[in-house]
């Protein structure tokens, strides 16, 4: 597996592992990130399939989605760590369900203010 920048060729697989991990990306900022180099893939070495998407909105993480079968392989880690050589900074909104994925990450966390079980991360 290797993580690369998407390029316009992978617009419907990166909609496809968001959509399939449940999260909503705007089409406007999916269509600015990958126009501005910022949306990251990881790819499988053989076949160049995506097989994880992480879409930046500038240091803002849009969404990190792996495929399901693929989860806990630490896909998703690639990502965000790709994306941090390319950021000063990073900043996510998630739920507590992904929290310990953030904190693993070196993510400092704080609860969103009047978000239940809403958090923001910031590495």
Do not use: C, K, W
């Not at 449940?22 to 893939?41: G, H, K, N, P, Y």
């Not at 990502?79 to 390319?86: D, I, S």
């Amino acid at each position: 597996m290797r993580v690369r920048e998407a390029t316009s060729d992978d617009r419907t697989a990166v909609a496809n592992v968001v959509d399939g991990a449940a999260l909503a990306v705007d089409d406007d900022v999916l269509a600015r990130s990958l126009d501005e180099s910022e949306t990251l893939v990881a790819v499988s070495d053989d076949t160049d399939r995506v097989l994880g998407a992480l879409v930046l909105d500038g240091d803002r993480i849009a969404a990190v989605a792996v495929r399901r079968r693929r989860r806990g392989q630490g896909i998703g880690s690639a990502l965000v760590e790709a994306a941090a050589e390319r950021r000063e900074r990073l900043v996510a909104e998630f739920d507590a369900d992904v929290r310990p994925f953030y904190e693993s990450l070196g993510f400092e966390i704080d609860a969103v203010e009047g978000e239940r079980e809403r958090y923001r991360g910031r590495l």
